[in-house]
């Protein structure tokens, strides 16, 4: 089984900082892409930033300049700096990763989420 397990959530204040990090582990023989989802309270899951196995980051535009996504493919792990964070950052952050499994093949994966909140 291939498990995702994301920390570095919690509370802050509006203008704070935050740094998520997802570590894969199981029975993976290589991670593709990984990826940041959130999803707030009566929202539909959104994408906040993905980056590629090169390395390659993509992020939302409603989080450009202020989230940045990294990896280090040696821990299998995935991080999510949040700078200057807004009430409206407020989600359940779900780590992503497209991996290949032996016997299984190709997947996703997702992580169980982990709380962020920014009070105003």
């Known amino acids: 089984q291939v498990q995702l397990v994301e920390s570095g959530g919690g509370l802050v204040q509006a203008g704070g900082s935050l740094r998520l990090s997802c570590v894969a582990s199981?029975?993976?023989?290589?991670?593709?892409?990984m990826g940041w989802y959130r999803q707030a309270p009566g929202k539909q899951r959104e994408l906040v930033a993905t980056?590629?196995?090169?390395?390659?980051?993509k992020c939302a535009d409603s989080v450009k300049g202020r989230f940045a996504i990294s990896r280090d493919n040696a821990k299998k792990t995935a991080y999510l700096q949040m700078n200057s964070l807004k009430p409206e950052d407020t989600a359940v952050y779900y780590c992503?990763?497209?991996?290949?499994?032996?016997?299984?093949?190709?997947?996703?994966?997702w992580g169980q989420g982990t709380q962020v909140t920014v009070s105003s």
């Open positions: 992503s990763a497209d991996g290949v499994v032996p016997g299984k093949g190709r997947g996703e994966y």
């Open positions: 199981g029975r993976i023989f290589s991670i593709k892409a």
């Open positions: 980056i590629s196995s090169d390395g390659s980051p």
